[in-house]
């Protein structure tokens, strides 16, 4: 506390991101997945993108974001995401569809490992705005360490 005011330093942590099963509907005729937005996932889906046409091996992130959660599916295919929060590491690899990694604001992640022809599906809490990246690595490594 100084003066009036209360100082609060929010730390998020890679332990915050987690894989999250989404509902199955199992078919003999194709099976479905079904996601909405603050049931199934912790925030409202404000934005989709896709990445297509991903050549085997290629990798893709490096960056962290402000403010914005993302949900990553592997829809085809596989690759591995690499989750770093500053102090700690974790790797999860997606290849499933019912599977979505959860990664919450100020978490650097890159993707990597890809699989040739994989596609991998973001739903992400708002729209693109490119102030909300953090693009250089040491000064987010010197934002998560102030706020921790
Ligand atoms: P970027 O988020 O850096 O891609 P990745 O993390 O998958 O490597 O985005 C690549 C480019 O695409 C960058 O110039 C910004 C642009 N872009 C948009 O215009 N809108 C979007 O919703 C996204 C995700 C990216």
Redesign the pocket.
Known sequence: MVGDHIILKVFMSVKDCRIIELPKIQDPRGNLTFIEGGEHIPFDIE?V?Y?YDVPGGSA????AHKNLEQLIIAMSGSFDVVLDDGFEKKTFHLNRSYYGLYINTMVW?E?DNFSSGSV?M?L?SN??S?DD?I?DYQEFIDRAKNSS
């Open positions: 934005r993108y990445l893709r992130g490096g960056h992640r993707l991998s973001v992400a729209k693109y490119e990246y693009r």
